[in-house]
C-alpha cells in the first residue's frame, strides 16, 4: 500500500511518489512473507520472495514430470493402425505395413487417427527397431529371437536356473524347463503338464505352488543324494538318512528303475531299509556305510539295518553295515541283524560287510540265492544263519571275522558253501582278541562258552567246499539230523578252552551222516586238559549217525588223548588199513596179543596177555628176561607210509618214563623215525603223519620200551588203534 497515491502517471518528480515509490520498492525486495505486492498505480507485481517461491514450486513440479516421462518412455502398443485410435503421448505406438509409428513432436495431442493414411501420414514417424529393443527387454523377448528351427524362449524355458527345491515347488513362472543348481541335488527337469496326480518324492517328481509336476530327467540308475542323503555321519551324530534312501527305492520300485546308487560316505539311518523287487542297491566298493545304533524294527518287525521280505530279482552290491552291537562296563549287547531276507528269492548279495550286528547275514525260506564276498565282522552270534527251508543257496568265499559262530544251517537244502574263512570266532574275552586291543567292543562270542564253526541241523544236501579257520576258540563241527560233504577243511591254531567241547559231533536220536575228505587238522591245542567233557569227536547214537574222515587224515595233535578221533565209536576212517587194534573194550580175558620182545643182544618172542586184577582188565606185557629195559614191537606192513595212531595207557612203575617210537631195523642197527615220552605213569598219543622213505633192507616196527625192575609190566586202560593209507 502506497502512503500518498498521488495517481500520478509515469515520469512523475513529485516526491510524494518518490516516496510511494521507495515504500513499494522496500517491500517488493525485502519481505519475506508475500508473494505480491501493489505498485502506486495498483497493479499488483510479484514481489521477490513470491519470484522465488514460484521457481521453486516449479522446479518440483519439472521433476515430477521428469520422472513420469522417464516411466513413460516406453512404447505402448495401440495395436494395428486404423480409425478411432486415440494417441494421448509420444510414447504411444501403432502397427501399419509391419513398421510401428508415433506421433511427430508437431502433432499436438491428443489426437485421434482418421484411417486415412495418405492425409494423416506428415503427423507421424517410424520407429522400427526402438520398439524392437524394447519387445526383447521384456520378460518375453527371447520369444522374439530365433534359434535351431524354434526361438531362444525354447532354450531358456527349458534351463531356467533354480538353487533348490524348494525354489521349484514356489515356482510359478512359465519355464518348462529348470536346472536344480544345488550339489547333491543337481539335475534338469522338465514340467509334465500331462501329469496332474504324481506325488512329490522328493528326488525325481517335485510339485510347484501351481500344482505343476516337475520331473528329473536322467538315464540309467537313481541317486540318493537326488533325494537329500547326506552321507555324514561322525560316529556320533549325522543326518537322518532313512527317508532319503527308502523314498530313492520306492521311487524306483514306481518308476521301474532297476539300481539305485548310494555314493561313498557314512549313513546314518533311524529305521531299516527295506529292498524292493527287482531295484539293485549299489555302493561305492564299501565304501558306502549305513549305520543303524537303534532298536528299530521293520514293517515285519525285525531289528536289522537291510531288510527284504517277499522280493525277488535284486541285488546289493558294496554296501558296509553296522548295527548297534556294544561293549559297556564289559557287558556286550546287540540286537540288530546286518542283512536279513525273509522269503526272498532269485537275489544275490555281493561285496558287503556286516560288522558289529547280533548276526551278520540271515536268510530265512528263501531259495535260488546267494551270498558271495561277504564278511561277517564282530557279530556277537553267527557271521551267517540260513533257515526254515532255505533251498539251492550258494554261499561263495564267505569271511566270518571276529564273530560268535561261523555258518548255521537249520532246515536247509542242497545248498553250497564254498571257500568259507574263519578268523578269530569265538575269541569274545580272551587274551589274543585282535578286536579288543583298541578298546572297542572286541570279538564276537566267548571262548568259554563257544559256539560253532559249522552247525548244521535238518539240512539234507550241504556241500562245504575248503573252508579254513585259523586261530580260534570256537568248536569246529556240529550236526543234528544234518547230511553234508565237507571237502579239504583247513584248520590252524583251534583252542580249547571251555569244559565241554568236541572239535566234530553229533548229536541228537535222527541220523546224520558227515563226510569230511582230505582235511588238515594242525595245532590244535586243548588248554584245559583231557577229559571226558572234552572230545576231539563225539558220536551220540552210534546206531544212524557216522562221521566220515577219509584222505591223508591229520588227527587233532593228541590234543584230546583217547577222545581225539581213533577208536570213537561212530567216527569211520575211509581208505584205512588196520594194522594193529587193541582196546580195552574188546579185550578178553586170557586173550592176547603178539608183541616181539627185543633186547640188545636180538630179537626172542614175548607175549601180550589179558588178565584181571582187582576187578579190571590189564594187558601184561611179559618178558623173557629180565633186563634195564624190554622193547615191545608189532611189525608194520611193508611199504605204508601215512600212518594214524591212538595209543594210551597207564602203567606202575619206579621208572620216570615209558617210550613209544616208530623205528626201522635192519636186525642190528635201529633208526628212530618218530617218538613219543609218556610222562609219569601214563602215555597218551593221537596222531597222524607220514612216514619217511625207509633205509634199504629195513623194517618198520611200532616199539614200546618199558624201563622197569620186574619181568612182567602191567599196563592200564590201554588203546591201540594202528592204521594206514
Given at each position: 500500500?502506497?502512503?500518498?497515491?498521488?495517481?500520478?502517471?509515469?515520469?512523475?518528480?513529485?516526491?510524494?511518489?518518490?516516496?510511494?515509490?521507495?515504500?513499494?520498492?522496500?517491500?517488493?525486495?525485502?519481505?519475506?512473507?508475500?508473494?505480491?505486492?501493489?505498485?502506486?498505480?495498483?497493479?499488483?507485481?510479484?514481489?521477490?520472495?513470491?519470484?522465488?517461491?514460484?521457481?521453486?514450486?516449479?522446479?518440483?513440479?519439472?521433476?515430477?514430470?521428469?520422472?513420469?516421462?522417464?516411466?513413460?518412455?516406453?512404447?505402448?502398443?495401440?495395436?494395428?493402425?486404423?480409425?478411432?485410435?486415440?494417441?494421448?503421448?509420444?510414447?504411444?505406438?501403432?502397427?501399419?505395413?509391419?513398421?510401428?509409428?508415433?506421433?511427430?513432436?508437431?502433432?499436438?495431442?491428443?489426437?485421434?487417427?482418421?484411417?486415412?493414411?495418405?492425409?494423416?501420414?506428415?503427423?507421424?514417424?517410424?520407429?522400427?527397431?526402438?520398439?524392437?529393443?524394447?519387445?526383447?527387454?521384456?520378460?518375453?523377448?527371447?520369444?522374439?529371437?530365433?534359434?535351431?528351427?524354434?526361438?531362444?524362449?525354447?532354450?531358456?524355458?527349458n534351463a531356467k536356473p533354480m538353487a533348490n527345491y524348494t525354489a521349484l515347488r514356489a515356482y510359478t513362472g512359465r519355464?518348462?524347463?529348470?536346472?536344480?543348481?544345488?550339489?547333491?541335488?543337481?539335475?534338469?527337469?522338465?514340467?509334465?503338464?500331462?501329469?496332474?496326480?504324481?506325488?512329490?518324492?522328493?528326488?525325481?517328481?517335485?510339485?510347484?505352488?501351481?500344482?505343476?509336476?516337475?520331473?528329473?530327467?536322467?538315464?540309467?540308475?537313481?541317486?540318493?543324494?537326488?533325494?537329500?542323503?547326506?552321507?555324514?555321519?561322525?560316529?556320533?551324530?549325522?543326518?537322518?538318512?532313512?527317508?532319503?534312501?527308502?523314498?530313492?527305492?520306492?521311487?524306483?520300485?514306481?518308476?521301474?528303475?532297476?539300481?539305485?546308487?548310494?555314493?561313498?560316505?557314512?549313513?546314518?539311518?533311524?529305521?531299516?531299509?527295506?529292498?524292493?523287487?527287482?531295484?539293485?542297491?549299489?555302493?561305492?566298493?564299501?565304501?558306502?556305510?549305513?549305520?543303524?545304533?537303534?532298536?528299530?524294527?521293520?514293517?515285519?518287525?525285525?531289528?536289522?539295518?537291510?531288510?527284504?521280505?517277499?522280493?525277488?530279482?535284486?541285488?546289493?552290491?558294496?554296501?558296509?553295515?553296522?548295527?548297534?552291537?556294544?561293549?559297556?562296563?564289559?557287558?556286550?549287547?546287540?540286537?540288530?541283524?546286518?542283512?536279513?531276507?525273509?522269503?526272498?528269492?532269485?537275489?544275490?548279495?555281493?561285496?558287503?560287510?556286516?560288522?558289529?550286528?547280533?548276526?551278520?547275514?540271515?536268510?530265512?525260506?528263501?531259495?535260488?540265492?546267494?551270498?558271495?564276498?561277504?564278511?561277517?565282522?564282530?557279530?556277537?552270534?553267527?557271521?551267517?544263519?540260513?533257515?526254515?527251508?532255505?533251498?539251492?543257496?550258494?554261499?561263495?568265499?564267505?569271511?566270518?571275522?571276529?564273530?560268535?559262530?561261523?555258518?548255521?544251517?537249520?532246515?536247509?537244502?542242497?545248498?553250497?558253501?564254498?571257500?568259507?574263512?574263519?578268523?578269530?570266532?569265538?575269541?569274545?574275552?580272551?587274551?589274543?582278541?585282535?578286536?579288543?586291543?583298541?578298546?572297542?567292543?572286541?570279538?564276537?562270542?566267548?571262548?568259554?562258552?563257544?559256539?560253532?564253526?559249522?552247525?548244521?541241523?535238518?539240512?539234507?544236501?550241504?556241500?562245504?567246499?575248503?573252508?579254513?579257520?585259523?586261530?580260534?576258540?570256537?568248536?569246529?563241527?556240529?550236526?543234528?539230523?544234518?547230511?553234508?560233504?565237507?571237502?579239504?577243511?583247513?584248520?590252524?591254531?583251534?583252542?580249547?578252552?571251555?569244559?565241554?567241547?568236541?572239535?566234530?559231533?553229533?548229536?541228537?536220536?535222527?541220523?546224520?551222516?558227515?563226510?569230511?575228505?582230505?582235511?588238515?587238522?594242525?595245532?590244535?591245542?586243548?588248554?584245559?586238559?583231557?577229559?571226558?567233557?572234552?572230545?576231539?569227536?563225539?558220536?551220540?547214537?552210534?546206531?544212524?549217525?557216522?562221521?566220515?574222515?577219509?584222505?591223508?587224515?591229520?588227527?587233532?595233535?593228541?590234543?584230546?588223548?583217547?577222545?581225539?578221533?581213533?577208536?570213537?565209536?561212530?567216527?569211520?576212517?575211509?581208505?584205512?588199513?588196520?594194522?594193529?587194534?587193541?582196546?580195552?573194550?574188546?579185550?578178553?580175558?586170557?586173550?592176547?596179543?603178539?608183541?616181539?620182545?627185543?633186547?640188545?643182544?636180538?630179537?626172542?618172542?614175548?607175549?601180550?596177555?589179558?588178565?584181571?586184577?582187582?576187578?579190571?582188565?590189564?594187558?601184561?606185557?611179559?618178558?623173557?628176561?629180565?633186563?634195564?629195559?624190554?622193547?615191545?614191537?608189532?611189525?608194520?606192513?611193508?611199504?605204508?607210509?601215512?600212518?594214524?595212531?591212538?595209543?594210551?595207557?597207564?602203567?606202575?612203575?619206579?621208572?620216570?618214563?615209558?617210550?613209544?617210537?616208530?623205528?626201522?631195523?635192519?636186525?642190528?642197527?635201529?633208526?628212530?623215525?618218530?617218538?613219543?615220552?609218556?610222562?609219569?605213569?601214563?602215555?597218551?598219543?593221537?596222531?597222524?603223519?607220514?612216514?619217511?622213505?625207509?633205509?634199504?633192507?629195513?623194517?618198520?616196527?611200532?616199539?614200546?620200551?618199558?624201563?622197569?625192575?620186574?619181568?612182567?609190566?602191567?599196563?592200564?586202560?590201554?588203546?591201540?588203534?594202528?592204521?594206514?593209507?
Open positions: 500500500m502506497t502512503a500518498f497515491n498521488t495517481g500520478n502517471p509515469i515520469g512523475s518528480t513529485n516526491p510524494k511518489d518518490l516516496y510511494d515509490n521507495a515504500q513499494n520498492l522496500d517491500v517488493l525486495v525485502n519481505s519475506n512473507t508475500d508473494v505480491s505486492h501493489a505498485d502506486r498505480l495498483g497493479v499488483q507485481r510479484k514481489t521477490w520472495h513470491g519470484m522465488e517461491s514460484e521457481f521453486d514450486a516449479d522446479q518440483t513440479q519439472r521433476s515430477s514430470e521428469f520422472a513420469q516421462f522417464l516411466a513413460d518412455s516406453a512404447y505402448q502398443d495401440l495395436g494395428v493402425y486404423g480409425a478411432g485410435i486415440e494417441v494421448t503421448r509420444y510414447n504411444q505406438v501403432f502397427l501399419k505395413d509391419g513398421e510401428f509409428y508415433r506421433a511427430a513432436a508437431t502433432l499436438v495431442l491428443p489426437y485421434t487417427t482418421t484411417g486415412v493414411w495418405v492425409s494423416e501420414s506428415a503427423s507421424f514417424v517410424g520407429v522400427g527397431d526402438a520398439v524392437l529393443r524394447q519387445d526383447l527387454a521384456t520378460q518375453d523377448g527371447a520369444d522374439l529371437v530365433g534359434f535351431d528351427g524354434g526361438t531362444a524362449q525354447d532354450v531358456l524355458d519355464a518348462t524347463g529348470v536346472r536344480i543348481t544345488q550339489t547333491g541335488l543337481a539335475g534338469f527337469f522338465q514340467r509334465d503338464d500331462a501329469d496332474t496326480i504324481s506325488a512329490d518324492n522328493g528326488g525325481t517328481i517335485i510339485v510347484d505352488a501351481s500344482g505343476r509336476r516337475w520331473k528329473r530327467l536322467f538315464s540309467g540308475s537313481l541317486n540318493v543324494m537326488w533325494f537329500g542323503a547326506n552321507g555324514d555321519w561322525n560316529g556320533t551324530t549325522g543326518t537322518d538318512n532313512y527317508e532319503a534312501i527308502q523314498g530313492a527305492i520306492n521311487a524306483a520300485d514306481m518308476l521301474v528303475v532297476g539300481k539305485v546308487e548310494i555314493p561313498r560316505g557314512s549313513y546314518y539311518i533311524s529305521k531299516p531299509i527295506e529292498v524292493a523287487s527287482a531295484v539293485d542297491i549299489v555302493g561305492d566298493g564299501q565304501y558306502t556305510h549305513i549305520i543303524k545304533t537303534n532298536a528299530a524294527l521293520s514293517t515285519g518287525g525285525i531289528d536289522c539295518v537291510i531288510y527284504g521280505k517277499d522280493k525277488q530279482r535284486f541285488q546289493i552290491q558294496n554296501i558296509r553295515v553296522r548295527g548297534n552291537r556294544v561293549k559297556s562296563l564289559g557287558v556286550v549287547t546287540a540286537s540288530t541283524h546286518g542283512f536279513y531276507m525273509d522269503g526272498c528269492n532269485y537275489f544275490g548279495i555281493f561285496n558287503t560287510r556286516a560288522q558289529e550286528c547280533v548276526n551278520g547275514y540271515v536268510y530265512e525260506t528263501c531259495w535260488c540265492c546267494s551270498l558271495e564276498q561277504a564278511t561277517a565282522q564282530q557279530c556277537q552270534q553267527y557271521g551267517f544263519i540260513l533257515r526254515e527251508s532255505t533251498t539251492s543257496v550258494v554261499l561263495r568265499n564267505t569271511t566270518a571275522w571276529g564273530t560268535g559262530g561261523g555258518w548255521r544251517l537249520d532246515g536247509v537244502v542242497y545248498s553250497q558253501l564254498i571257500g568259507c574263512a574263519c578268523d578269530y570266532s569265538d575269541a569274545g574275552g580272551a587274551s589274543n582278541d585282535p578286536f579288543a586291543a583298541s578298546g572297542g567292543s572286541g570279538s564276537g562270542g566267548d571262548y568259554l562258552n563257544p559256539q560253532y564253526i559249522f552247525r548244521l541241523s535238518a539240512c539234507q544236501g550241504i556241500t562245504i567246499v575248503s573252508p579254513g579257520c585259523e586261530n580260534s576258540y570256537s568248536k569246529w563241527l556240529y550236526a543234528e539230523g544234518a547230511f553234508a560233504t565237507i571237502t579239504s577243511p583247513y584248520v590252524y591254531n583251534l583252542k580249547c578252552s571251555a569244559n565241554n567241547y568236541a572239535f566234530c559231533e553229533t548229536r541228537g536220536s535222527g541220523g546224520s551222516a558227515i563226510s569230511i575228505q582230505n582235511p588238515q587238522f594242525a595245532d590244535i591245542t586243548n588248554t584245559v586238559g583231557i577229559g571226558f567233557t572234552r572230545r576231539g569227536y563225539f558220536v551220540e547214537n552210534t546206531q544212524v549217525q557216522r562221521i566220515y574222515l577219509s584222505g591223508i587224515t591229520s588227527q587233532i595233535n593228541g590234543a584230546f588223548g583217547i577222545y581225539s578221533v581213533l577208536g570213537i565209536p561212530g567216527v569211520e576212517i575211509l581208505g584205512k588199513n588196520a594194522a594193529a587194534r587193541f582196546t580195552q573194550e574188546n579185550m578178553l580175558i586170557g586173550g592176547g596179543q603178539p608183541f616181539l620182545l627185543s633186547h640188545s643182544t636180538g630179537e626172542t618172542v614175548g607175549t601180550a596177555s589179558i588178565v584181571e586184577s582187582g576187578g579190571e582188565k590189564i594187558l601184561r606185557l611179559k618178558a623173557t628176561n629180565d633186563t634195564a629195559f624190554s622193547r615191545f614191537r608189532i611189525k608194520l606192513p611193508d611199504g605204508f607210509k601215512h600212518v594214524m595212531l591212538q595209543m594210551a595207557f597207564g602203567y606202575v612203575s619206579t621208572y620216570q618214563t615209558a617210550d613209544v617210537k616208530i623205528i626201522e631195523t635192519d636186525g642190528t642197527t635201529i633208526n628212530n623215525l618218530k617218538s613219543w615220552t609218556g610222562s609219569t605213569g601214563a602215555v597218551s598219543i593221537a596222531e597222524s603223519f607220514t612216514l619217511p622213505t625207509l633205509s634199504a633192507g629195513y623194517k618198520a616196527y611200532l616199539q614200546i620200551q618199558l624201563r622197569h625192575t620186574s619181568e612182567t609190566f602191567d599196563l592200564k586202560n590201554f588203546v591201540l588203534d594202528l592204521n594206514y593209507l
